[in-house]
């Protein structure tokens, strides 16, 4: 690829995510009734909700590390729960606002962290019994190694989120 293309390219996906930060912005607007989306993406709340969720993140990032196996029974026992459809709910409620924040670098971050978030809680909120099929499934085939590795590898993500999170909040 040329870097012609290369740049075009770059400057189409910065236009369309232009676009989508407009977007969500106008629809947090009119959902909350305000008149200007600089209200809502240099709201106190808003950066206490980033701040919150990167601690929490880095907690449970913590909590992960110490204790792989107790956490990894848990996930077991949450997604063998008839309730496991509201995490896709959760997940869409619990990412929307990060989908309204800034327009710096770490901004955008969160921005493109929120879309992850929103648009993973849909498949989770139909697809739940696919979702508990297939981890019911990995669980009985990994051995505790196995087990081990994939909660290290989900720590390392929630500490990568939580410190953009935390970093980012005030930016």
Same mark, same amino acid.
């Given at each position: 690829?040329?870097?012609?293309?290369?740049?075009?390219?770059?400057?189409?996906?910065?236009?369309?995510?232009?676009?989508?930060?407009?977007?969500?912005?106008?629809?947090?607007?009119?959902?909350?009734?305000?008149?200007?989306?600089?209200?809502?993406?240099?709201?106190? @709340?808003?950066?206490?909700?980033?701040?919150?969720?990167?601690?929490?993140?880095?907690?449970?990032?913590?909590?992960?590390?110490?204790? $792989?196996?107790?956490?990894?029974?848990?996930?077991?026992?949450?997604?063998?729960?008839?309730?496991?459809?509201?995490?896709?709910?959760?997940?869409?409620?619990?990412?929307? $606002?990060?989908?309204?924040y800034g327009t710096t670098v770490s901004g955008i971050l969160i921005f493109i962290v929120g879309l992850i978030v929103v648009f993973t809680g849909p498949f989770i909120l139909f697809y739940s019994a696919k979702v508990r099929e297939l981890f019911l499934l990995s669980m009985n085939d990994m051995d505790e190694?196995?087990?081990?590795?994939?909660?290290?590898?989900?720590?390392? @993500?929630?500490?990568?989120?939580?410190?953009?999170?935390?970093?980012?909040?005030?930016?």
């Open positions: 690829m040329s870097i012609k293309k290369y740049l075009k390219n770059i400057s189409y996906f910065r236009i369309l995510l232009d676009v989508v930060m407009e977007y969500s912005a106008i629809n947090m607007v009119i959902l909350l009734g305000t008149q200007h989306k600089d209200a809502i993406m240099n709201s106190t @709340v808003l950066e206490f909700y980033v701040l919150a969720a990167g601690i929490f993140l880095l907690m449970l990032g913590l909590i992960e590390v110490i204790m $792989p196996n107790r956490i990894f029974a848990v996930w077991g026992k949450w997604v063998s729960n008839r309730y496991f459809f509201l995490h896709g709910l959760l997940l869409i409620c619990a990412g929307l $606002p990060f989908t309204c190694t196995d087990i081990r590795r994939l909660i290290y590898i989900d720590a390392t @993500v929630r500490f990568a989120v939580g410190f953009l999170f935390v970093y980012g909040h005030g930016i």
